[in-house]
């Protein structure tokens, strides 16, 4: 149970609320449609199976997936990121990365590097993007097989050019994955046009729906051979995993009532989501702006008008981040997240590696009064009252 009224501002952390109809189908899944999807033919399973693929049709309209077979239900960006990462980088292969990663690609990525892949880091700059000439430098350098990058970052919301880093790999004959982990269902998404080969989702953060699901999109042209994990499904009992989508990359019983739950928030945003993307860009450069107005905060990221995605860090010249955070938790109820948030890297870029910073992550249900009044929380902590 809430210990008490939250103002919450950690949706890049976790979306909450989730929006109406959430809870209720995931509840529905399990109440009424309770089978094992695609393991039998009585009622309850074909419910089951009807729930998954329903679900999958869903997110896959909201994304621009012309194919839902393309997607394949994860249990969150993280595994999304490990699939495809692990799944098709070989020894000897050369990848080109962003400075700016988070954890759930560095950390494969070091596995990877260990086993014999070469990694290439592309820096960014001060405002923490990426130059789509730098990246083409680096990928005309030496022959690479795969160029990674978030589509926005966690840390200071900046937007980076997948498009056009897409472009540049497959001039040069490499793939592209995209983290889409804070973009999905805050940024306008048309994966058809996009051009990527692989983009991984949380569920539970702008796609609003449970934890414990994600997403991973596969262009046709893409398919990993290295499985992250084999097991039942599909239409064979051969010993070899299927090779059909979405099947081969689902293999064991996946997470019916989190599908569900995340077919009933792609509904929502399917309706609301253009709304909540206006509601979201406003209110980030409101905080922004009102954060540049408190003496001794500095904001990390991209100048005022540059689009960013609905995340606002900041420092204070003199007060610590975690006790920024502690004293808007304990004595306004406003949820913030300090720290490093999972992205050494970008806070190396930042030079905030050893403090850290307070994020604000903002979400579809805030309000102009709820950004004012953290505003003012904010300039009362700060000035240390
Ligand atoms: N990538 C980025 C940029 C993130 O912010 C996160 C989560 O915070 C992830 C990947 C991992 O997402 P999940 O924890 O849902 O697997």
């Not at 993007?129 to 200071?156: K, L, P, W």
């Not at 990390?300 to 010249?317: N, Q």
Request: glycine share 12%; hydrophobic share 40%; with cysteine.
């Amino acid at each position: 149970m809430c210990p008490q009224p939250i103002l919450y501002f950690d949706h890049s952390a976790t979306s909450w609320p989730k929006p109406p109809g959430v809870a209720e189908a995931m509840q529905e899944a399990l109440l009424e449609a309770g089978g094992n999807p695609g393991r039998g033919a009585h009622s309850l399973a074909l419910a089951a199976e009807h729930t998954v693929t329903r679900a999958r049709g869903d997110v896959a309209r909201l994304l621009g997936v012309p194919d839902a077979r393309d997607l394949v239900f994860t249990p969150g960006c993280t595994f999304a990121l490990n699939l495809v990462l692990k799944g098709t980088l070989r020894r000897g292969d050369r990848v080109v990365v962003s400075a700016l990663e988070h954890n759930a690609v560095v950390r494969p990525l070091h596995v990877l590097a260990a086993r014999g892949v070469k990694v290439a880091r592309v820096q960014a700059d001060s405002e923490g993007h990426i130059d789509a000439d730098a990246v083409e430098r680096s990928v005309a350098a030496s022959a690479t097989r795969m160029v990674i990058c978030q589509h926005a970052s966690n840390v200071t919301g900046a937007i980076q050019p997948v498009a056009d880093l897409a472009d540049i790999a497959h001039e040069h004959g490499a793939v592209m994955v995209v983290d889409g982990a804070q973009a999905a269902g805050h940024l306008p998404l048309d994966l058809a046009t996009l051009g990527v080969d692989a983009y991984a989702c949380s569920g539970h953060k702008g796609l609003l729906g449970p934890q414990g699901v994600g997403v991973l999109y596969l262009a046709p042209g893409l398919s990993p051979v290295e499985l992250v994990q084999g097991g039942g499904g599909g239409p064979s009992e051969e010993p070899a995993q299927p090779d059909i989508r979405p099947d081969r990359y689902e293999a064991g019983t996946g997470n019916t009532p989190g599908a569900a739950g995340l077919g009933a928030a792609a509904r929502y945003l399917l309706e609301h989501g253009a709304e909540i993307e206006r509601r979201e860009r406003s209110l980030t450069r409101r905080l922004h702006e009102g954060l540049l107005g408190i003496p001794g905060v500095k904001v990390l990221g991209p100048a005022i008008d540059v689009p960013r995605a609905p995340v606002v860090s900041m420092t204070h010249d003199r007060i610590p981040p975690d006790e920024i955070a502690f004293s808007l938790d304990r004595r306004y109820g406003i949820a913030v997240r300090a720290g490093l948030h999972c992205s050494p890297w970008t806070h190396s870029m930042t030079g905030t590696l050893e403090t850290g910073a307070v994020r604000f992550g903002l979400g579809w249900n805030l309000t102009e009064d709820d950004v004012d009044r953290a505003l003012e929380a904010v300039r009362e902590v700060c000035a240390g009252s």
